[in-house]
């Protein structure tokens, strides 16, 4: 019995490593100057479809915050549910709060905006997107990834538990790779 425990210690590592890590879904990118900007839009307005607010909202009120590189196709979403898009920037005083706001879109910001911007939203119902946060560090709920040709998410389930929307729960089995 104690000859089997060990071996299968040893094995355990080779067992380990020979099971496939799950990728998120990737988008991928067409060729030209805003190809970032389309995909950015497309995966955003596919985050807005899969988000559910504890009342309807026939408006949905974007805000953008910081220095939003991918943003500049946002104007293009369509809601299959006939809400309409309503785009708006966060700049000056306002800057620090997402009053106001249905979902908030962070482009490049220092981390302690960020997250002060983030922590605000805690227990509201807004959604957060950030575009420069690879680690998903900040405290939003989707962390943007861009990639060479593809665009993926991070789903922050600890930010979804303190917020008051709900993402549709197939958007996790996406983020973790599942389709």
Not at 29 to 52: C, I, S
Not at 72 to 100: F, V, Y
Not at 108 to 127: C, E, F, K, S, W
Request: aromatic share 6%.
């Amino acid at each position: 019995m104690r000859s089997l425990f060990f071996t299968l210690l040893l094995l355990l590592p080779t067992v380990a490593l020979a099971v496939p890590t799950a990728q998120p879904a990737m988008l991928p990118l067409g060729t030209g100057a805003d190809a970032n900007a389309v995909g950015t839009a497309r995966m955003v307005g596919a985050m807005l479809e899969y988000t559910r607010w504890p009342t309807a909202r026939p408006v949905v009120r974007l805000c953008l915050a910081g220095n939003a590189r991918h943003a500049g196709r946002l104007a293009d979403i369509s809601l299959s549910n006939g809400a309409q898009l309503q785009l708006s920037s966060l700049n000056g005083p306002a800057a620090a709060r997402s009053e106001g706001c249905d979902a908030l879109y962070i482009g490049r910001l220092d981390a302690a905006p960020m997250q002060g911007l983030i922590a605000g939203t805690r227990g509201q119902p807004v959604l957060t997107i950030t575009e420069d946060d690879p680690d998903c560090r900040s405290g939003a709920i989707f962390c943007l990834l861009y990639a060479p040709q593809t665009l993926s998410f991070q789903l922050n389930i600890d930010a979804v538990s303190r917020s008051a929307v709900r993402i549709d729960p197939r958007v996790l089995r996406l983020s973790k790779g599942g389709y």
